[in-house]
Structure formats: structure tokens, C-alpha cells
């Protein structure tokens, strides 16, 4: 019945309208109560139209935007730009290759990033302005219309601190500080419906980065500490100076040790951030032999300029020596293509969720050690005080004289501060009979004949 129909109408003007056949088979107009093209009836009536040309309320009220709205799907809604903020602290020794990582993970051929370099910034700078070492880029993700806000904390290095907790105070009270500025936030009579739309400032992974060679003790220890605030991504950098065999070696020997710290102060395996396999799969840096952290990376300021400047153009750092050269995303060298394709694409998401989820937690240990410190100041206030009192008077007896005393001599003060009171009054106001008898003076009157009644 409706093989004849074409398959996409034209109207009057020539514009393309929505194909009848759709109409006739799916009958979708109906569902248009209201709509003109609620009046457009199954294939029977179709028939009956002498020519679809020049038909019709159908055709010309149906405009070719409008048309997926009654094809065999049911329309998808309108998505809304939102923004999704990512941070990430970037931990370690100073001269480890932090500031050369972070510039590497994140720069692009035609933007190379400047990245705020924590070597030389001393403790004392880096706590009033953490916001100095901080290093912003944004990108849209045109498919799930989301702004990523990504954020790179760096952090001035523990190495030449000789009092290594200091350095573990001051950064996971940075961390802390986050975690309370995002509850105030919450928390704040003047904050919004949504608080996606808010800028996040909590820490969501550390990278922490690992010297060659050699996995310290003082590491561990510092590992271990941020661990307990935040998930690490251990990443052992200038992987060039050493050799495949060492390379492979150390590598076993720190996620040995990732999970098995065995040192003094060190109670528990250090909180390495666990990529679902998948993530790991799609970021193709699953065929290792140890397929989970420590990566292994090279990195460099120095970039490939031939490769820079082709068509199209790729950002290709890389480290020239004598012998060779070590190529920072070539992934024989070094893990880094990999760990870009981690921490920029394809664990974005999962990162994300957990810092939700690690929120909460922290969210509810704070609000019970708030809860828990108003019930203690009230035990304190309401219990324990006055027990003290009654057990302090219990041992030292009573004096029933100085009581009587101390209460009369109370009273005493009480009635002269009120005698006081009264005569003030009428000492200050002019007596009733000098006030001029003007009726708009009476609200005055009647307040000087208020205060006499004391
Ligand atoms: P930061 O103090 O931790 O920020 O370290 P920098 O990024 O300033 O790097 C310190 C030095 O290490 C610089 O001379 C870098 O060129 C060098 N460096 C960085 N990454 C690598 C690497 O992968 N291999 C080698 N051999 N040197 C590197």
C-alpha cells in the first residue's frame, strides 16, 4: 500500500519535507496531539490525496528538522555543555624530571606548555601560593559535550628538606585543605543547585615520580603518607639511563616493593591508583610484564622539529645522545604513550568517579569528627563540669554563712543597678511640663512617660 509513496516529499517551495512513507508506516503523527500533523491519517486517506505535491497540511507543516522527531527512533534529548575538573599533583625528588614529565604528558604540537616549576620554589612560597605551580589546559569533548578542566599541581621537591615528615605535612595538608574547601562549598548557604558547575579543587591522583636505579626508603615512607590521602600513579622517570635488563629488574623490584614495603613506619602496601584492565587494554600497556605500575618513562624538552613541523604535525620529544636517540612516546623506550593515553583519554572518567567516591568517604569521616566534637564540648559543659563542681564541694563542704553572704551581697548589687537604672531616665528628660504641647511632639511624650514609670 505504501510502495508508491516517494520517499521524501517536496513542498511548494521546493523544500524537502519528512518521507510519507515514514508517515504512513510508523503512523508517528498521531502521537502529535494538537500538532497539524496529528490531521494526517494512516495510508488509506494517503491514498485518496490526488497528488502529494500539492497536499498539504502534512507536508508543508512538517520542516526536515523536525523529522527524526518521527522516524523509527525515539528522539535523543539535548545535551548540555558541563565542565569536569581533573587534578593531578605531581610528587618527588627535586631534579627527577617532574617539571620535564608534566610539559611532555601534556603539550601539543602547536602548544608547548609552560609548565610552573617547583625546583627552586621554597616551602614557604609554595604554601601561600599553591595556584604559582599550578598549570591549567582545557579541552572539549565534542561527543559528550564536556569541558575537561585539567589541572597539574606541581609540587616543590622533598629531597633537600632535611626533616622528611615536613615535606608529608605540608602535602597532605594541601590535600586536606581541598577536601575542605569542596565541603564548604557544599556547604554554603549561597552555593548552587548543581555543583558540577562549580570549579573543583580536590586532588584527584598523584603522580609520583621514582629516581633510577634506586628506591629509597625515605620514597616508600613519603609514598606511603600520600597514599593515605590520595591514589598514586608511581612512575619511575629517565628510564634512558638505564639499561633493557636494568630497566626490567627495577621495575619488578618497586612494584615489589609497592606491595610489600617492608620498612619501619610502614604498616600497610602503598595506595597505588588500579586501572580497570580494560582502561589499561585501551591505553595498549597491557602486554608488560608487569602490566600494572611503576611506568617506566623518558621524557624531554627537546622535540623532533621535522616531525613538529609535517603534515599532519606531531609532538615528538626526544633525548639525542652520541649513540642514539631515546624517544619519549616511542613505546619501546618508555611508557609514556601510554601513560598519556591513561591520564588524558581513557581512565578520565574511572579517576574521576573514584575521587567522587573517595570524597564521600572523607566527607563522612569529617562530618562525624565535627558531630562528635559538639557532643564532646557538650558532655564537657553540661557532665563533666558540674560534676567536677558537685565533687569539689563534696570534698570541701559547704560554708553555709559564705553562701548567705554571697547571695546577699548579689542582691545588693542587683537592686542598686536597678535603683540606677530607673533614676537615669528622668535625670536626662526634661520634666513633662516644659515639652511644648505640639501633637506631632506626642510620640516623644509618651516615650518620656514610658521611661518614668521606672
Ligand atoms: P624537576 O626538578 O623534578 O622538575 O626536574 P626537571 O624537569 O627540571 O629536570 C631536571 C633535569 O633532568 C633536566 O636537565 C632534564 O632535562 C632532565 N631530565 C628530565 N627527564 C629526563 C629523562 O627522561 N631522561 C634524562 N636522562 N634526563 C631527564
Wanted: glycine share 6%.
Amino acid at each position: 500500500m505504501t510502495g508508491d509513496l516517494p520517499n521524501m516529499a517536496v513542498d511548494q517551495h521546493g523544500k524537502q519535507v519528512m518521507s510519507l512513507r515514514d508517515v504512513a508506516l510508523h503512523g508517528q503523527g498521531s502521537l502529535l496531539t494538537g500538532h497539524p500533523m496529528s490531521n494526517v491519517d494512516q495510508g488509506p486517506k494517503l491514498e485518496r490525496r490526488p497528488s502529494f505535491g500539492s497536499m498539504s497540511c502534512a507536508s508543508r507543516a512538517l520542516h526536515p528538522s523536525d523529522s527524526y522527531l518521527l522516524g523509527p527512533r525515539r528522539p535523543r534529548p539535548h545535551k548540555i555543555w558541563k565542565k569536569k575538573y581533573i587534578k593531578v599533583m605531581v610528587v618527588g625528588d627535586s631534579g627527577l624530571g617532574k617539571t620535564t614529565l608534566v610539559r611532555a604528558l601534556l603539550s601539543t604540537p602547536g602548544e608547548r606548555l609552560q609548565v610552573h616549576d617547583g625546583t627552586y620554589t621554597s616551602k614557604e612560597q609554595w604554601l601561600k601560593d599553591p595556584e604559582s605551580l599550578c598549570s591549567t589546559v582545557s579541552w572539549r569533548d565534542e561527543d559528550d559535550r564536556t569541558i575537561w578542566v585539567y589541572k597539574i599541581q606541581d609540587t616543590p621537591g622533598y629531597g633537600d628538606d632535611l626533616d622528611v615528615s615536613r615535606s608529608i605535612n605540608l602535602l597532605t595538608t594541601y590535600i586536606e585543605e581541598q577536601n575542605h574547601k569542596w565541603l564548604d562549598m557544599e556547604q554554603s548557604s549561597e552555593r548552587k543547585d548543581d555543583m558540577s558547575e562549580m570549579e573543583d579543587p580536590r586532588v584527584d591522583i598523584c603522580i609520583f615520580t621514582i629516581p633510577p636505579h634506586r628506591l629509597r626508603a625515605v620514597d616508600i615512607k613519603v609514598m606511603f603518607e600520600l597514599g593515605q590521602h590520595v591514589p598514586l600513579v608511581p612512575v619511575i622517570t629517565k628510564a634512558d639511563t638505564m639499561t633493557i635488563r636494568e630497566a626490567n629488574s627495577y621495575r619488578n623490584d618497586v612494584a615489589t616493593k609497592l606491595s610489600n614495603p617492608m620498612i619501619p613506619g610502614v604498616r600497610d602496601k602503598i595506595n597505588v591508583f588500579k586501572f580497570e584492565r580494560d582502561t589499561l587494554e585501551r591505553a595498549g600497556i597491557i602486554d608488560h610484564a608487569t602490566p600494572t605500575p611503576p611506568f617506566l618513562v623518558v621524557a624531554s624538552n627537546d622535540i623532533n622539529e621535522d616531525l613538529n613541523t609535517g603534515d599532519p604535525p606531531v609532538y615528538w620529544p626526544e633525548r639525542r645522545y652520541p649513540w642514539g636517540t631515546a624517544e619519549a612516546f616511542n613505546r619501546e623506550h618508555s611508557d609514556l604513550l601510554g601513560l598519556r593515553a591513561l591520564l588524558l583519554k581513557e581512565a578520565l572518567e574511572e579517576v574521576n568517579k573514584t575521587k567522587r567516591q573517595r570524597y564521600e568517604g572523607w566527607r563522612r569521616q569529617a562530618l562525624n569528627a565535627a558531630r562528635n566534637g559538639r557532643r564532646l564540648r557538650h558532655v564537657l559543659l553540661w557532665t563533666i563540669i558540674p560534676a567536677l563542681a558537685c565533687l569539689h564541694i563534696g570534698r570541701t563542704g559547704v560554708n553555709i554563712n559564705q553562701v548567705r553572704n554571697q547571695v546577699s551581697n548579689t542582691t545588693t548589687k542587683v537592686r542598686r543597678r536597678v535603683q540606677r537604672l530607673r533614676s537615669q531616665p528622668q535625670a536626662v528628660a526634661p520634666p513633662a511640663e516644659v515639652a511644648p504641647p505640639a501633637p506631632k511632639q506626642q510620640e516623644p511624650q509618651k516615650q518620656k512617660q514610658k521611661w518614668g514609670v521606672f
